[in-house]
């Protein structure tokens, strides 16, 4: 029988993570390197493994993640997210529960750019009377 697959992409800030979930029994790898040695923060592991946690799928996949641009917390979001599009692709079912939880949603926020004659995106120069 053939092995079963689901892919996804998930993204965040300028992260981009392409998921694979396939049958095995739970580890993860981030662009070939275990899930603990690319993150180090335990918070950022955590953020990755909500959606398995949620919908009780935990050690049921082996996922394959390949994730470039951005930091290490854009990229833990990026995660998240194909993660939850890939289980949507196993079980429809998962949706209601994914979709309440706020996983299914791509956080479109981004860093606002800078404009002339200003020293950042709204902070104004230090004015000067005299």
Not at 16 to 25: H, I, T
Not at 51 to 76: K, S, W, Y
Not at 98 to 111: E, H, P, W
Request: aromatic share 8%; net charge positive.
């Amino acid at each position: 029988m053939a092995e079963r697959k689901y892919y996804a992409t998930g993204k965040r800030k300028t992260s981009v993570a392409r998921v694979w979930l396939r049958d095995g029994s739970g580890a993860i790898t981030v662009n070939k390197q275990p899930l603990d040695d690319y993150f180090g923060r335990a918070i950022l592991r955590m953020v990755i493994e909500q959606p398995l946690a949620l919908t009780e799928t935990m050690g049921r996949f082996d996922i394959d993640v390949n994730v470039c641009g951005g930091g290490h917390t854009g990229q833990a979001g990026a995660i998240k997210h194909g993660i939850s599009k890939a289980l949507m692709e196993y079980s429809l079912d998962l949706r209601p529960t994914l979709k309440r939880a706020g996983f299914i949603t791509r956080d479109s926020r981004v860093k606002e750019r800078k404009k002339y004659g200003r020293r950042a995106a709204r902070a104004r120069f230090q004015f000067s009377k005299r």
